[in-house]
């Protein structure tokens, strides 16, 4: 932990010796930031939120109510995780068979937002800006800007940097209603347009 405190922690969270936590993070009632783990500047880490070692948080990643994030998942900046969302670390996990060393990483891409109860099965990375819709249960890879709901979790369409729903013209370009950002569907792949 840092030698000056310059981050706030409720007196109920539990912080191990061990940890990085940036400038301005906010850690809430009954949290647990565990040794190894390293989270960045301006957070939020809402109440009862675990971050297990090595867990790797960028800036200004908002962690809501009742989360876990498991060795193995790094989260870039910007991040939103929604209550109760779940990542999971092993594949076949046994109570009675110590699967430590099996750990699958999980990289959540800048920007991206994972809704309320979604579940994330380790291995599978989120890709920038996606946006995981509440309940889903995400079971391979999602690309970059994508928009995932259901169970399993299957693709319906493209979100914009402010999360709204893409809608492409017949030259393959949409523009997001919120910032007048413009956006190019090609090969199956969604990116910025730069101004």
């Known amino acids: 932990m840092s030698t000056e405190k310059n981050f706030f922690s409720h007196e109920t969270a539990v912080i191990d010796a ?3 936590i940036g400038e301005g993070t906010k850690i809430w009632h009954f949290s647990h930031i565990m040794s190894g783990c390293i989270i960045g ?3 939020n880490i809402g109440q009862n939120v675990v971050v297990s070692p090595e867990v790797v948080l960028g800036n200004n990643v908002k962690v809501q109510n009742n989360v ?14 929604g209550p109760s969302m779940v990542f999971t670390n092993v594949i076949n996990p ?3 068979v110590n699967r430590r060393g099996e750990y699958a990483r999980t990289r959540v891409g800048k920007g991206a937002s994972i809704g309320a109860n979604a579940t994330i099965v380790c291995g599978h990375d989120i890709g920038e800006y ?5 309940g889903a249960v995400v079971t391979k890879t999602v690309p970059p800007y994508a ?3 259901g169970n399993p979790a299957r693709q319906t369409g493209w979100m914009s940097r402010y999360g709204h729903k893409l809608e492409f013209n017949h030259e393959h370009i949409a523009t997001c209603p919120e910032s007048g950002e413009k956006y190019r569907l090609q090969n199956g792949k969604v990116s910025a347009v730069d101004a």
Do not use: K
């Open 68 to 81: 876990s994030i498991y060795t193995g998942v790094t989260c870039e900046d910007d991040v939103f995780l």
């Open 41 to 43: 500047r301006g957070c």
């Open 147 to 149: 928009l995932v709901v």
């Open 130 to 134: 996606a946006f995981i819709g509440a």
């Open 94 to 96: 046994r109570s009675a």
């Open 18 to 20: 061990g940890c990085e």
